[in-house]
Nanobody, 122 residues
Framework: QVQLVESGGGLVQAGGSLRLSCAASGRTFSSYAMGWFRQAPGKEREFVAAISYSGGTVYADSVKGRFIISRDNAKNTVYLQMNSLKPEDTAVYYC????????????????WGQGTQVTVSS
């Protein structure tokens, strides 16, 4: 079992930055692929970024060049640095985990956090 707790959301003006954190329980964090997803009101949940157990990364086109995903296995934590934020980035952001292989499909992830709200004002 893996438990995930997100933090770092908030209200920011367009063009600003936020860093989300996701703290994971369990001793085998380093063997998990970690993903960030988001869901805006009235929309389906969508993939944002993911990082493999070995550090390989993949990004949605909408955030490429603005967001950076990273992980600190010693702290059992994954981060999402969000720069140049836009109003369309407003959503609840979720952290997710699955064994080993990175995918961009939310149904492939086994563990989910409770989400953290990010609101970008224009």
């Amino acid at each position: 079992q893996v438990q995930l707790v997100e933090s770092g959301g908030g209200l920011v003006q367009a063009g600003g930055s936020l860093r989300l954190s996701c703290a994971a329980s369990g001793r085998t964090f380093s063997s998990y692929a970690m993903g960030w997803f988001r869901q805006a009101p009235g929309k389906e949940r969508e993939f944002v970024a993911a990082i493999s157990y070995s550090g390989g990364t993949v990004y949605a086109d909408s955030v490429k060049g603005r967001f950076i995903i990273s992980r600190d296995n010693a702290k059992n934590t994954v981060y999402l640095q969000m720069n140049s934020l836009k109003p369309e980035d407003t959503a609840v952001y979720y952290c997710a985990a699955r064994k080993m292989v990175v995918t961009t499909r939310d149904r492939d992830y086994d563990y989910w956090g409770q989400g953290t709200q990010v609101t970008v004002s224009s």
